[in-house]
């Protein structure tokens, strides 16, 4: 495996674009702050000892959650990788896989609002080439994987996200915003750019999952029954 990711690639796998005013430049070096280094504690104490590289995605998570909060573009550096690596004790490739493998590490620095637009097939039946269409209208990005100029957003494509029933999806950052259309994505990606993030979930008047227009079956008990009898009580002999 170690094979299909040499290490002069690490760096250029997506969301790729080129590099703009403003974005965060390859660091030289990285270290975990105090709010990662309390994470990490209590990461590596779900391990038992000599088993410490399982947490090799979950200390990557730390690393993008870092640089988000430094930098304001949430991504894991090579210079990190190999620092989870020393941290694990396990060869740098081994970490490099890993991040290059899942899409939910970024490779390269991307904007302050990571729009993952889900067009899998449930999203796509119910509109995700207008949320698609309304995102590259708002944000002036024209490709999946740029950053919009002024760096405030980068857009990508995924795949399913769990959560058909609100279909189409939009997730920022690590936020889902459901039930969208053109519209409402629109009003979404000013409000962000306002930096005024709305309350994450469905953005159409419903709670959840529940029926789009509130609930068609089982609204009312037939003329006649009542509730289920109680099970009988038990009789001593």
């Not at 209208?137 to 058909?164: K, N, P, Y």
């Amino acid at each position: 495996m170690s094979g299909q990711f040499p290490a002069e690639n690490i760096g250029h796998g997506q969301p790729g674009h080129a590099p703009r005013p403003g974005e965060p430049a390859q660091p030289s070096a990285f270290a975990f702050d105090g709010e990662s280094e309390s994470l990490i504690t209590g990461i590596l104490a779900k391990y038992p000892e000599g088993k410490q590289a399982s947490a090799v995605i979950p200390l990557l998570y730390v690393v993008q959650k870092q640089l988000g909060r430094e930098t304001g573009s949430a991504w894991v550096p090579r210079v990190a990788m190999d620092v989870v690596a020393a941290r694990l004790g396990m060869p740098p490739i081994r970490v490099y896989e890993v991040a290059t493998f899942y899409l939910m590490f970024n490779t390269k620095p991307v904007g302050r609002y990571h729009l993952q637009v889900c067009t899998t097939t449930p999203c796509w039946l119910r509109g995700s080439d207008e949320v698609t269409r309304a995102c590259r209208e708002a944000t002036g990005i024209r490709h999946w994987g740029e950053t919009s100029e002024d760096g405030l957003f980068t857009m990508t494509e995924v795949e399913c996200l769990g959560a058909c029933a609100n279909a189409p999806i939009l997730q920022v950052n690590d936020d889902y915003y459901e039930d969208l259309d053109a519209g409402r994505t629109v009003e979404l990606i000013q409000a962000l750019r306002r930096g005024e993030p709305p309350a994450p979930g469905p953005t159409i008047d419903r709670f959840g999952s529940m029926p789009q227009g509130g609930r068609t079956t089982l609204l009312d008990v037939p003329d006649g029954e009542g509730p289920p009898p109680a099970h009988p009580a038990t009789v001593e002999a």
